[in-house]
């Protein structure tokens, strides 16, 4: 069992930056690939970025390509996401996920463990 707990969002002008958290407790979380998901009022969670157990591959949606980086600390046992350039659009509730299988998945389906989720909100 892994747990997950996201921290970092608030309310930002166009423009700014955010910086998430996602500290993890419980199984080795070095082990975990990780990934980052959205979810905007009225529509469905959507995949933001992911990041491999070692750090060494990532992915990004191309919405947030050269905005956003996913980087971890495996001796800190957290993954965070670096968002800078924030439009209006990218408002939402942010989750981390956790997933063992060794695939990068970019499928929320595909995911075991999810964090409760940080409100991040980009006003115009």
């Known amino acids: 069992q892994v747990q997950l707990v996201e921290s970092g969002g608030g309310l930002v002008q166009a423009g700014g930056s955010l910086r998430l958290s996602c500290a993890a407790s419980?199984?080795?979380?070095?082990?975990?690939?990780t990934g980052w998901f959205r979810q905007a009022p009225g529509k469905e969670r959507e995949f933001v970025a992911a990041i491999s157990w070692s750090g060494s591959r990532k992915y990004y949606i191309d919405s947030v390509k050269g905005r956003f980086t996913i980087s971890r600390d495996n001796a800190k046992n957290t993954v965070y996401l670096q968002m800078n350039s924030l439009k209006p659009e990218d408002t939402a509730v942010y989750y981390c996920?956790?997933?063992?299988?060794?695939?990068?998945?970019?499928?929320?389906?595909?995911?075991?463990?999810w964090g409760q989720g940080t409100q991040v909100t980009v006003s115009s």
């Open positions: 996920a956790a997933d063992r299988s060794g695939i990068l998945h970019t499928t929320a389906a595909s995911y075991d463990y």
């Open positions: 419980g199984r080795t979380f070095s082990n975990y690939n």
